[in-house]
């Protein structure tokens, strides 16, 4: 249940005006922005049971007051009132690690996750906040990480996304593209704003990738019916260049309205464990991410909205 609390607002941090989650697994505060009711945001500060936050530690940052993609199977899809500014996306960052100051020089991995509301790559403030980050976290396992759907027209900035992580995050930059399915039509049905193809996906990640980064990560949250074919991810993706992440759809009010069922916890589970025995007996590093139940319980898992879940 997400309780008020009473937080005077300043200049340089928003109103806190609700809390929930597990501190075990992950807690999501609303976080409002000028003093205006549509300008919440969900901040995400997170675990990876069993490890303890000075292990890992992930803090998903929303870079817009909602999303004007509306992916069909995500609640942040409901509304979009514009972009965060770029001392808003760093008051989501300052937020979640000034709550356990004492965890930030000595985590090993503090990953700053672009990548709960909203489309990053449609908010130029996300290229300003970036190398403001370390400033920002003083801790030697910083990682910045960024989620994206890739929408057409916007190659300037990810051109600009690649000088920062070489300059600023080389090895500790994860980049991740929301593919979903293997083919065209199912895509544009997921993703329903233009989107760069695979091919286009495939050669920018070629050149985002440099010797000591890490892999660019195909992300698929399978459901039912939605084709998964490897001999596309081989024809298009290098395994030296590329990871798989096979993950559930999660429970969300907008999946459920538009009768998407996921693939993995299902009695089709199998079926996706064997596509990913071929991508892995070719090389490739293909991740299964189930996550913990509590995640999905709590709301902190991608596509869920708390605010949405509570309604």
């Known amino acids: 249940m997400i309780e008020p609390l009473l937080v005077e607002p300043c200049p340089r941090s928003p109103e806190v005006v609700g809390l929930s989650g597990d501190p075990e697994v992950a807690e999501i505060g609303l976080l409002r922005f000028r003093g205006d009711p549509r300008l919440v945001v969900e901040t995400v500060d997170g675990l990876t049971p069993p490890l303890p936050r000075r292990v890992k530690w992930i803090v998903n940052v929303s870079t817009q007051f909602g999303c004007p993609v509306r992916c ?100 500790r930059f994860q980049l991740q593209f929301s593919v979903q399915s293997t083919d065209p039509i199912e895509r544009a049905r997921l993703i329903p704003v233009p989107h760069w193809p695979l091919e286009q996906l495939a050669a920018f990640g070629r050149r985002f990738h440099r010797p000591g980064d890490r892999r660019v990560v195909l992300n698929l949250a399978l459901a039912r019916g939605v084709p998964f074919e490897p001999a596309e991810v081989q024809r298009h993706f290098e395994p030296e260049a590329f990871a798989v992440k096979l993950t559930p759809v999660n429970p969300t009010a907008r999946g459920r309205a ?54």
């Open 258 to 311: 538009n009768g998407l069922d996921t693939v993995l916890r299902s009695e089709d589970d199998l079926a996706v464990r064997r596509a990913a025995d071929v991508l892995l007996a070719r090389g490739y590093d293909v991740v299964l991410s189930v996550g913990d139940a509590r995640e999905d319980r709590v709301g902190s898992n991608c596509g869920q909205a708390v605010r949405v879940a509570r309604a």
């Open 72 to 171: 069909p199977f995500c609640d942040a899809a409901e509304a979009c009132h514009g972009n965060c500014t770029a001392d808003e996306l760093l008051a989501q960052v300052r937020w979640a690690v000034g709550r356990h100051p004492d965890d930030v020089a000595a985590c090993r991995k503090l990953k700053v996750h672009f990548a709960r509301m909203g489309e990053p790559s449609l908010n130029d403030a996300v290229l300003e906040a970036l190398p403001r980050l370390p400033a920002e976290v003083p801790s030697p396992g910083l990682w910045a990480c960024l989620a994206t759907v890739a929408p057409r027209g916007r190659e300037a900035w990810f051109e600009r996304l690649l000088e920062i992580k070489d300059e600023l995050f080389h090895g």
